[in-house]
């Protein structure tokens, strides 16, 4: 019940709340202001109010009962408004009917009574026309414009007795139903008094009662209120963040000018950190349904940096610290700070989806932040947000704001894992955003973004629930089945990571893993080892959480070992060994416990499945092959159990012994097509007890018993074939490093000892044997160079000066075999080599087709070079690094002389880079033999050969050799640019054929090894830039002198360059711009820097500043322009690796025009020249272009100094000061020009009207230039009329036109009265180059040359838009009467007109006149015959008509 209050209380809370003059005012008189109610007694006041109440239909109720009405309350007011203004006593009796009133309701019931609904009277029987629900008593009196003031006033009067008091027994507050008395009344007397009364009780009301009356405050006043009642509560806002809710609630109810809104906006952004976290919500919702077009991205922009999600929830510590103490309150608190960041995301989702503008400002304040730092967890939750509504087409701005931040590395893992960390019940309700942004980045052909794509995926499965868990599951599989290389690459490392992580969780999806099992076809084989890795893992882990697919992995194991088709008995073989891998994994058990033995029945297990691999591999060679290296692979790669390990190694040795090799003592018996020999011995000393390896035996019979089609041989026989050779014995090597702990001394004879294969010199004669013959000597190379190369991995890390110096001479061997090799090639068509990596399609062997290598020329990529002085080196060398002969068979050094007389004849052979799949791959630890240093035979005569036997050193060929292998797996691995996506229906060819030790290792290791190995690189740098400066000075300044050595000259130079691609490429990889990598990429840098500073402690720009510096002093060396464009491709590559890469543009183009002016000339004395020689040039001249300051300055000099020096030379000679410059490559210096000209016409600023003059005379001063260059450019097509000329200048004509029209017109509009005779004079010389290509489209069209002809209609179009874009201007500018148009003739390029299409009207052609003056259109009518004569180059004509489009056709 509503408890009573003396009246003298009262009046003490209002002065206790120091109320206002008004207020105190309104007090005093209810008390001592009105003789009224003192001069007339209660009961009669009260009579009055009872008496017009009873009269006018309404009953007033004592106690507990509602107050009863009789009519409807429209017809009571009416009569009660009657009375009051019919009594006698009008106006006074309105003070006697509020005085009664007022008595009335100081008891408590009768005030309630009087707050709450009449209800209808139905005693009288005449109730029926009485509506069912009827207003208050009070909220009728307020309706009465004449009692409303008072009423009011008496209202706001008794509301302070109730302030503190809350709500009633039965949850009714007092004060808020007297508020409600004043919401929407139909008419307010007094607006503006009110709206002061309301405001001084909110200023001493209590928090409660102030929010009832601040969110009523819109239903209460009228709209002339709303901006006065804003201001008061804006200044409110400031003081009292408590009511921030109501406030902003009746903000956003009341009607408000623009300019009112901005400041209230503006406001409450300033208190916005000061905002409680529950109140940020209402607050974030406000300031983005109050934006406006004009300022929707500013108001965004401070929102998100005003917005700190990231405070809204506790460290990790602490979040731990509380859940250990006060889980209950804990959890409260993050459940309210939950909510609270859900609230917010929301309203933006809700501003979003209703507002264009918003979501456009969200994408662009996102994509404004220009550092990692910035960005902030906010960033990411609005694009999910902006996904997931996709409202104005939001989803595809979200993708490429998301991927564009990733690209650059502004938006790390390190915030997505924040993000998720702290808000993953928010997350969670963006969960198919999630998925569907992860899926697109993964399937992204940019390397860049695809790991962040796939670190969604992941914890999406972490750390949601388990439906989102099998989501991500299903959506990796789906990746994996689709067949596109990078993206089944990325989802397989993730199931195999997740797997690693939560297996117990993956265990439940395992079906879903064991589906791709169906889709194997498209998989490479790197894929399928993986995809076996991952579910032997979760079926036979440690655990063993998956074993209900055991039965199913056995089961297609099986079925694909028994199958007849090869591809599918290689997945068997590879799937057992994996399995193998993951049951037989050694399982640690922890530091005190002992690891604890296989249990007998999983060894039984592996056991069995290795016998079952080994008799089904048994029947095929290649299988059998294929065995050998997985099991290699595995050992490598895994630790197993030892028993396993000990199983499959017990035998490997012996019968590696007893299949290939053979004592010397023995006698090789047998008929062979060719003479056995033993080759290649290292043994120092020869004795009978020495071993060699039995190549060409086992060979011959390996082909006899393939030519027995029906014969049943033994199994042991037919497994003997040499192309295990190289497989088992890289099997027996890792097996006696894990036994022997990196130990070979059991079988480092193999090194060392010779092969039985047969004298050489058979190569001489290749012409004169037979097919068969042939081949088996290719056979027999092939597997030579196999074996060596297997030897050379497996021995290449010995340390002992001894064993370094047979590598070494095993490298020897190698590239002599392949001089070899390639000279039988070429005598040997339509031979397939055997198979080397068994992993690939072996069909694919007979589908290649050889690359004839050019007689003269080396190439860049492989390996085989024509003249190549490989045998002298290797005869030198074995002579310096060999104190006495070493070579057990005399006939070795026989063959060698005879080679070494014969090296400068020369011959054609075959490339083989085409063969590469036929090798065996090395492995990176073979590049470690780059450390040594190199030799070369400046080197040898000046130390006489005295200090070469104490270091072992390389030789020219082996470098090469080691650089090609080295550029060709950092070009496989270390990915610089997106990657195109395959064509749907063109077949793939498969590049990663040979790399299949490499795949198994991440790009991260690989660039590390390229870091490790960059001193020795740069040493070999170093030492061909010294060579070459050698014989520069010997030679008076030129390379190719008297007593140069072409043939090591030409080793050299192929050096050089493959050292600075193998640079180029490893600076350029992608992940260097990953946050993790840039320790590496200063240690790399740093490896630069020191070879010109010393050791010391650099930034990372002063690292890139020295580099530079560094590698720019190789520039005076260069012996080739392919070695010089790679200098100059490194040299931009390094300068981008800084903060500020424009500082290095003036010295690389400077480089770069330096060389473009040098002449090249082979070691031969020959201009370079070619195909190759012309691609190179290209690229150089963009690089010169791209960095020059002023690129229209450079074409001006090229096309208006340089081109008019060629036309005055003669017919085969070269500009003199641009030798490069000549006419067989015009075409290259005239596309690149073309094409630059037009990419800066497109960087030239547009034109603003805010421009001011000299911003305008720049622009177009600028666009002068251009013009003119243009006109310089078209007009070279009447002295080189070549179709790849037109072709060049039509394509590029039409692009700058364009250009022109879109960026230079609007320029010319608002420059033309201020700069009237320059935009004259620029419009004139464009009109003789828009004449000029008229003349082509003519040309083209009369010759149907179609290469031509494609490209006249877009350009008729353009030049017809350019007539009246023209016409535009003038009339813009009220010139139009200098514009007119005529007929225009078709001419060729020499300006004779075609006669087939003479016109029948007038010889005017159509024209354009940029001048009013009558005289000087005159004269350029009179000086038409003179405009269709050949312009001079520079450009100098004083023409000034217009010929655009062809109306005679």
Same mark, same amino acid.
């Given at each position: 019940?509503m408890?009573?209050k003396?009246?003298?209380s009262?009046d003490?809370v209002?002065?206790?709340?120091?109320?206002?003059?008004?207020?105190?005012?309104?007090?005093?008189?209810?008390?001592?202001?009105?003789?009224?109610?003192?001069?007339?007694p209660?009961?009669?006041?009260?009579?009055?109010?009872?008496?017009?109440?009873r009269?006018?239909?309404?009953?007033?109720?004592?106690?507990?009962t509602?107050?009863?009405?009789?009519?409807?309350?429209?017809?009571f #007011?009416?009569?009660?408004?009657?009375?009051?203004r019919k009594?006698?006593n009008?106006?006074?009796?309105?003070?006697?009917?509020?005085?009664?009133?007022?008595?009335?309701?100081?008891d408590?019931?009768?005030?309630?009574?009087?707050?709450?609904?009449?209800? =209808?009277?139905?005693?009288?029987g005449?109730?029926s026309?009485?509506?069912?629900?009827q207003?208050?008593?009070?909220?009728?009196?307020?309706g009465?414009?004449?009692?409303?003031?008072?009423?009011?006033?008496?209202l706001?009067?008794?509301? =302070?007795?109730f302030?503190?008091?809350?709500?009633?027994d039965?949850g009714?507050?007092?004060?808020?139903?007297?508020?409600?008395?004043?919401?929407w009344?139909?008419?307010v007397?007094?607006?503006?008094?009110?709206?002061?009364?309301?405001?001084?009780?909110?200023?001493?009301?209590?928090?409660d009662?102030?929010r009832?009356?601040?969110?009523?405050?819109?239903?209460?006043?009228?709209?002339?209120?709303?901006?006065?009642?804003?201001?008061?509560?804006?200044?409110?806002?400031?003081?009292?963040?408590?009511?921030?809710?109501?406030?902003?609630?009746?903000?956003?109810s009341l009607?408000?000018s623009?300019?009112?809104?901005?400041e209230?906006?503006?406001?409450?952004?300033?208190?916005?950190?000061?905002?409680?976290?529950?109140?940020?919500?209402?607050?974030?919702?406000?300031?983005?349904?109050?934006?406006?077009?004009?300022?929707?991205?500013?108001?965004?922009?401070?929102?998100?940096?005003?917005?700190?999600?990231?405070?809204?929830?506790?460290?990790?510590?602490? %979040?731990l610290?509380?859940?250990r103490?006060?889980?209950?309150?804990?959890?409260?608190?993050?459940?309210?700070?939950?909510? /609270?960041?859900?609230?917010i995301?929301?309203?933006?989702?809700?501003?979003?989806?209703?507002?264009?503008?918003?979501?456009?400002?969200?994408l662009?304040?996102?994509?404004?932040?220009?550092?990692?730092?910035?960005?902030?967890?906010?960033?990411?939750?609005?694009?999910?947000?902006?996904?997931?509504?996709?409202?104005?087409?939001?989803?595809?701005?979200?993708?490429?704001?998301?991927?564009?931040?990733?690209?650059?590395g502004?938006i790390?893992?390190?915030?997505? %894992?924040?993000?998720?960390?702290?808000h993953?019940q928010?997350?969670?309700?963006?969960? *198919?955003?999630?998925l569907?942004?992860?899926?697109?980045l993964?399937?992204?052909?940019?390397?860049?973004v695809?790991?962040?794509?796939?670190?969604m995926?992941?914890l999406?499965?972490?750390?949601?629930?388990?439906?989102c868990q099998?989501?991500?599951v299903g959506?990796l599989?789906t990746?994996?089945?689709?067949?596109?290389?990078?993206?089944?690459?990325?989802?397989?490392?993730?199931?195999c990571?997740?797997?690693?992580?939560? =297996?117990?969780?993956?265990?439940?999806?395992?079906?879903?893993?064991?589906?791709?099992?169906?889709?194997?076809?498209?998989?490479?084989? #790197?894929?399928i080892?993986?995809?076996?890795?991952?579910?032997?893992?979760?079926?036979?882990?440690?655990q063993?959480?998956?074993?209900h697919?055991?039965?199913d992995m056995?089961?297609v194991i099986?079925k694909?070992?028994?199958?007849?088709?090869?591809?599918?008995?290689?997945?068997?073989?590879?799937?057992?060994?994996?399995?193998?891998?993951?049951?037989g994994?050694?399982k640690?058990k922890?530091?005190?416990?002992?690891?604890?033995p296989?249990?007998?029945?999983?060894?039984?297990?592996?056991?069995?499945?290795?016998?079952?691999?080994?008799?089904?591999?048994?029947?095929?060679?290649?299988?059998?092959?294929?065995?050998?290296?997985?099991?290699a692979?595995?050992?490598?790669?895994?630790?197993?159990?030892?028993?396993?390990?000990?199983n499959?190694?017990?035998?490997?040795?012996?019968?590696?012994?007893?299949?290939f090799?053979?004592?010397?003592?023995?006698?090789?018996?047998?008929?062979?097509?060719?003479?056995?020999?033993?080759?290649y011995?290292?043994?120092?000393?020869?004795?009978?007890?020495?071993i060699?390896?039995?190549?060409?035996?086992?060979?011959?019979?390996?082909?006899?018993?393939?030519?027995?089609?029906?014969?049943q041989?033994?199994r042991?026989?037919?497994?003997?074939?040499p192309?295990?050779? /190289?497989?088992?014995?890289?099997?027996?090597?890792?097996c006696?490093e894990?036994?022997?702990?990196?130990?070979?001394e059991?079988?480092?004879?193999l090194?060392?000892?010779?092969?039985?294969?047969?004298?050489?010199?058979?190569?001489?004669?290749?012409?004169?044997l037979?097919?068969?013959?042939?081949?088996f000597?290719?056979?027999?190379?092939?597997?030579?160079?196999?074996?060596?190369?297997?030897?050379?991995?497996?021995?290449?890390?010995?340390?002992?000066?001894?064993m370094?110096?047979?590598?070494?001479?095993?490298?020897?061997?190698?590239?002599?075999?392949?001089?070899?090799?390639e000279?039988?090639?070429?005598g040997?068509s339509?031979?397939?080599?055997?198979?080397?990596?068994?992993?690939g399609?072996t069909?694919?062997?007979?589908?290649?087709? *050889?690359?004839?290598?050019?007689?003269?020329?080396?190439?860049?990529?492989g390996?085989g070079?024509?003249?190549?002085?490989?045998?002298?080196?290797?005869?030198?060398?074995n002579?310096?690094?060999?104190?006495?002969?070493?070579?057990?068979?005399?006939t070795?050094?026989?063959?060698?002389?005879?080679e070494?007389?014969?090296?400068?004849?020369?011959?054609?052979?075959?490339?083989?880079v085409?063969?590469r799949?036929?090798?065996?791959?090395?492995?990176m630890?073979?590049?470690?033999?780059?450390?040594?240093?190199?030799?070369?035979?400046?080197?040898?005569?000046?130390e006489?050969?005295?200090?070469?036997?104490?270091?072992v050193?390389?030789?020219?060929?082996?470098?090469?050799?080691l650089?090609?292998?080295?550029?060709?797996?950092?070009?496989?691995?270390?990915?610089?640019?997106?990657?195109?996506r395959?064509p749907?229906?063109?077949?793939?060819?498969?590049?990663?054929?040979?790399?299949?030790?490499?795949?198994?290792?991440?790009?991260?290791?690989?660039?590390?090894?390229?870091?490790?190995?960059?001193?020795a690189?740069?040493?070999?740098?170093?030492?061909?830039h010294n060579?070459?400066?050698?014989?520069?000075?010997e030679?008076?300044?030129?390379?190719?002198g008297?007593?140069t050595?072409?043939?090591?000259?030409?080793?050299?130079?192929?050096?050089?360059?493959?050292?600075?691609?193998?640079?180029?490429?490893t600076?350029?990889?992608?992940?260097?711009?990953?946050?993790g990598q840039r320790?590496?990429?200063?240690?790399?840098?740093?490896?630069?820097?020191?070879?010109?500073?010393?050791?010391?402690?650099l930034?990372?720009?002063?690292?890139?500043?020295?580099?530079?510096?560094?590698?720019?002093?190789?520039?005076?060396?260069?012996?080739?322009?392919?070695?010089?464009?790679?200098?100059?491709?490194?040299l931009?590559?390094?300068?981008?690796?800084?903060?500020?890469?424009?500082?290095?543009?003036?010295?690389?183009?400077?480089?770069?025009k330096?060389?473009?002016?040098?002449?090249?000339?082979?070691a031969?004395?020959?201009?370079?020249?070619?195909?190759?020689?012309?691609?190179?040039?290209?690229?150089?001249?963009?690089?010169?272009?791209d960095?020059?300051d002023?690129?229209?300055?450079?074409?001006?000099?090229?096309?208006?100094?340089?081109?008019?020096?060629?036309?005055?030379?003669?017919?085969?000679?070269?500009?003199?000061?641009?030798?490069?410059?000549?006419?067989?490559?015009?075409?290259?210096?005239?596309?690149?020009?073309?094409?630059?000209?037009?990419k800066?016409?497109?960087?030239?600023?547009?034109?603003k009207?805010?421009?001011?003059?000299?911003?305008?005379s720049?622009?177009?001063l600028?666009?002068?230039?251009?013009?003119?260059?243009?006109?310089?450019?078209?007009?070279?097509v009447?002295?080189?009329?070549?179709? =790849?000329?037109?072709?060049?200048?039509?394509?590029?004509?039409r692009?700058?036109?364009?250009?022109?029209?879109?960026?230079?017109?609007?320029l010319l509009?608002?420059?033309?009265?201020?700069?009237k005779?320059?935009v004259?004079?620029?419009?004139?010389?464009? %009109?003789?180059?828009?004449?000029?290509?008229?003349?082509?489209?003519?040309?083209?069209?009369?010759?149907?040359?179609?290469?031509?002809?494609?490209h006249?209609?877009a350009?008729?179009?353009?030049?017809?838009?350019?007539?009246?874009?023209?016409?535009?201007?003038?009339?813009?500018?009220?010139?139009?009467e200098?514009?007119?148009?005529?007929?225009?003739?078709?001419?060729?390029l020499?300006?004779?007109?075609?006669?087939?299409?003479?016109?029948?009207?007038?010889?005017?052609?159509?024209?354009?006149?940029?001048?009013?003056?009558?005289?000087?259109?005159?004269?350029?009518e009179g000086?038409?015959?003179?405009?269709?004569?050949?312009?001079?180059?520079?450009?100098?004509?004083?023409?000034?008509?217009?010929?655009?489009?062809?109306?005679?056709?």
């Amino acid at each position: 019940m509503m408890r009573k209050k003396r009246r003298s209380s009262v009046d003490k809370v209002v002065e206790g709340a120091n109320t206002t003059n008004s207020t105190t005012k309104a007090k005093k008189s209810r008390t001592t202001g009105r003789p009224a109610k003192e001069s007339v007694p209660d009961d009669t006041n009260q009579s009055v109010f009872t008496k017009f109440l009873r009269e006018a239909g309404v009953t007033v109720k004592r106690g507990a009962t509602s107050n009863e009405i009789a009519v409807d309350q429209v017809v009571f #007011q009416k009569r009660i408004e009657q009375q009051l203004r019919k009594n006698p006593n009008y106006p006074g009796i309105i003070q006697e009917f509020i005085t009664g009133l007022e008595s009335h309701i100081e008891d408590p019931d009768n005030f309630r009574n009087c707050l709450l609904p009449c209800v =209808p009277q139905l005693s009288d029987g005449d109730g029926s026309s009485v509506s069912s629900f009827q207003e208050s008593l009070l909220r009728m009196v307020l309706g009465i414009d004449i009692l409303q003031t008072s009423t009011i006033n008496t209202l706001l009067e008794k509301l =302070p007795e109730f302030m503190l008091d809350g709500a009633g027994d039965a949850g009714v507050s007092v004060p808020r139903i007297i508020i409600n008395q004043l919401k929407w009344l139909d008419r307010v007397v007094d607006s503006k008094e009110l709206g002061a009364k309301l405001m001084e009780l909110v200023s001493v009301a209590p928090v409660d009662v102030q929010r009832d009356i601040i969110t009523s405050l819109p239903e209460i006043l009228e709209d002339s209120q709303h901006n006065d009642i804003a201001r008061e509560l804006n200044s409110l806002l400031q003081t009292n963040t408590q009511l921030t809710v109501p406030i902003l609630d009746a903000l956003s109810s009341l009607n408000l000018s623009s300019s009112l809104l901005t400041e209230v906006r503006g406001a409450v952004m300033s208190t916005l950190a000061a905002v409680q976290l529950e109140d940020l919500p209402v607050v974030v919702k406000f300031i983005l349904h109050s934006v406006s077009v004009s300022d929707a991205f500013e108001v965004v922009n401070n929102l998100r940096k005003k917005l700190e999600l990231e405070q809204c929830v506790l460290p990790p510590a602490l %979040q731990l610290s509380q859940s250990r103490t006060r889980s209950d309150g804990a959890a409260a608190v993050a459940s309210t700070a939950g909510s /609270s960041v859900a609230l917010i995301l929301d309203g933006i989702k809700s501003a979003v989806r209703f507002q264009k503008t918003i979501s456009e400002a969200w994408l662009k304040a996102i994509d404004s932040v220009d550092e990692s730092d910035n960005h902030k967890v906010i960033d990411l939750l609005v694009l999910f947000i902006l996904h997931s509504t996709n409202a104005n087409q939001s989803r595809r701005g979200a993708e490429r704001v998301l991927k564009s931040k990733v690209r650059t590395g502004l938006i790390q893992e390190a915030l997505l %894992q924040k993000t998720f960390r702290d808000h993953s019940q928010v997350m969670r309700g963006y969960f *198919p955003s999630i998925l569907a942004l992860a899926q697109c980045l993964l399937r992204s052909p940019d390397p860049c973004v695809v790991p962040f794509g796939g670190h969604m995926y992941q914890l999406s499965f972490t750390e949601f629930d388990s439906y989102c868990q099998q989501e991500v599951v299903g959506s990796l599989v789906t990746h994996v089945c689709s067949g596109v290389g990078g993206e089944v690459d990325m989802a397989l490392e993730l199931l195999c990571g997740l797997v690693t992580e939560k =297996p117990s969780e993956m265990a439940l999806y395992a079906v879903f893993v064991k589906g791709i099992l169906d889709y194997m076809d498209n998989l490479t084989p #790197q894929q399928i080892r993986r995809l076996f890795h991952l579910l032997s893992r979760l079926a036979f882990g440690q655990q063993q959480q998956g074993s209900h697919i055991q039965d199913d992995m056995h089961i297609v194991i099986r079925k694909q070992l028994s199958s007849t088709v090869p591809k599918y008995k290689r997945i068997g073989i590879i799937g057992a060994v994996m399995i193998v891998g993951s049951m037989g994994a050694l399982k640690p058990k922890g530091k005190e416990v002992k690891d604890q033995p296989l249990p007998q029945e999983t060894f039984r297990q592996v056991t069995a499945l290795l016998e079952l691999v080994r008799s089904s591999s048994d029947s095929s060679p290649e299988a059998a092959a294929l065995y050998y290296d997985e099991l290699a692979n595995l050992i490598l790669s895994s630790t197993l159990d030892p028993q396993v390990q000990e199983n499959i190694a017990k035998s490997v040795l012996d019968d590696f012994q007893d299949d290939f090799v053979v004592d010397l003592g023995k006698e090789i018996t047998g008929s062979f097509p060719f003479p056995a020999r033993l080759m290649y011995n290292l043994e120092e000393e020869e004795s009978q007890e020495g071993i060699a390896i039995n190549l060409l035996p086992l060979l011959a019979k390996n082909i006899n018993n393939s030519r027995e089609q029906l014969s049943q041989t033994k199994r042991a026989n037919k497994r003997v074939s040499p192309l295990c050779l /190289s497989p088992f014995f890289r099997l027996l090597r890792l097996c006696e490093e894990k036994q022997h702990h990196g130990d070979l001394e059991e079988i480092d004879a193999l090194l060392g000892c010779p092969l039985v294969i047969t004298g050489l010199d058979v190569v001489e004669k290749i012409n004169s044997l037979s097919k068969s013959e042939r081949e088996f000597l290719c056979n027999l190379l092939f597997f030579t160079i196999n074996w060596f190369r297997e030897v050379i991995n497996a021995f290449c890390r010995l340390k002992e000066t001894e064993m370094k110096m047979k590598v070494m001479t095993r490298l020897q061997n190698i590239t002599y075999l392949q001089t070899l090799l390639e000279r039988a090639l070429a005598g040997t068509s339509g031979y397939v080599p055997p198979v080397a990596n068994f992993d690939g399609e072996t069909s694919d062997a007979a589908t290649f087709t *050889p690359i004839a290598a050019p007689g003269n020329k080396a190439k860049k990529d492989g390996t085989g070079k024509k003249k190549r002085k490989a045998p002298s080196k290797s005869s030198s060398e074995n002579s310096s690094l060999l104190e006495e002969p070493t070579e057990a068979n005399e006939t070795q050094q026989e063959e060698k002389e005879k080679e070494k007389e014969k090296e400068k004849e020369t011959w054609q052979g075959v490339s083989l880079v085409s063969y590469r799949q036929f090798f065996r791959e090395l492995d990176m630890e073979v590049l470690s033999v780059l450390q040594c240093g190199l030799l070369s035979r400046s080197l040898l005569d000046s130390e006489l050969q005295t200090k070469v036997q104490e270091e072992v050193l390389l030789g020219p060929a082996e470098l090469v050799f080691l650089l090609e292998d080295m550029l060709r797996k950092v070009e496989f691995s270390l990915t610089s640019a997106p990657v195109k996506r395959m064509p749907f229906f063109k077949t793939r060819t498969d590049k990663s054929v040979g790399f299949s030790h490499l795949q198994q290792r991440s790009a991260k290791d690989i660039a590390a090894c390229c870091v490790e190995l960059l001193p020795a690189l740069c040493s070999h740098l170093e030492n061909c830039h010294n060579h070459f400066q050698t014989l520069l000075s010997e030679n008076n300044g030129v390379v190719d002198g008297p007593a140069t050595d072409v043939q090591e000259q030409q080793l050299m130079s192929s050096c050089y360059q493959l050292l600075l691609q193998v640079l180029n490429t490893t600076f350029s990889w992608s992940g260097f711009s990953l946050p993790g990598q840039r320790g590496l990429l200063k240690k790399a840098l740093g490896v630069l820097a020191e070879r010109l500073k010393g050791r010391s402690e650099l930034t990372l720009e002063q690292l890139v500043k020295h580099s530079f510096e560094y590698l720019l002093n190789f520039g005076s060396t260069m012996p080739s322009l392919s070695t010089a464009l790679c200098l100059s491709q490194l040299l931009s590559t390094v300068s981008q690796k800084g903060g500020n890469p424009s500082a290095y543009r003036e010295q690389t183009a400077s480089l770069a025009k330096r060389f473009l002016s040098q002449d090249w000339v082979t070691a031969s004395g020959e201009k370079e020249r070619g195909t190759k020689f012309n691609e190179a040039l290209h690229t150089l001249l963009r690089i010169y272009l791209d960095n020059v300051d002023d690129v229209l300055k450079a074409v001006e000099e090229i096309a208006g100094e340089r081109i008019p020096e060629l036309l005055n030379a003669s017919k085969n000679e070269s500009s003199p000061t641009w030798p490069t410059l000549n006419r067989q490559t015009f075409l290259v210096f005239y596309k690149v020009m073309m094409a630059e000209l037009e990419k800066a016409a497109r960087k030239i600023p547009a034109s603003k009207i805010s421009d001011n003059t000299e911003a305008q005379s720049e622009k177009l001063l600028t666009w002068n230039l251009a013009v003119r260059d243009f006109h310089v450019l078209v007009n070279l097509v009447k002295v080189f009329d070549s179709r =790849p000329v037109l072709n060049v200048c039509l394509k590029y004509g039409r692009l700058f036109l364009e250009s022109f029209l879109k960026l230079g017109m609007p320029l010319l509009d608002h420059s033309f009265k201020r700069h009237k005779e320059d935009v004259q004079s620029l419009l004139k010389t464009f %009109q003789l180059s828009t004449r000029q290509l008229h003349h082509m489209c003519g040309y083209s069209k009369i010759h149907q040359d179609t290469s031509l002809t494609n490209h006249v209609p877009a350009l008729k179009k353009s030049l017809e838009l350019f007539v009246y874009r023209v016409k535009a201007t003038l009339t813009l500018n009220n010139c139009q009467e200098a514009f007119w148009i005529g007929n225009l003739k078709n001419r060729n390029l020499k300006g004779e007109e075609i006669l087939s299409q003479r016109s029948q009207g007038s010889d005017d052609d159509e024209e354009e006149e940029h001048s009013v003056l009558p005289q000087e259109k005159s004269e350029d009518e009179g000086q038409e015959s003179d405009s269709e004569e050949p312009m001079v180059i520079n450009g100098e004509g004083n023409v000034a008509e217009e010929d655009i489009t062809d109306d005679s056709e």
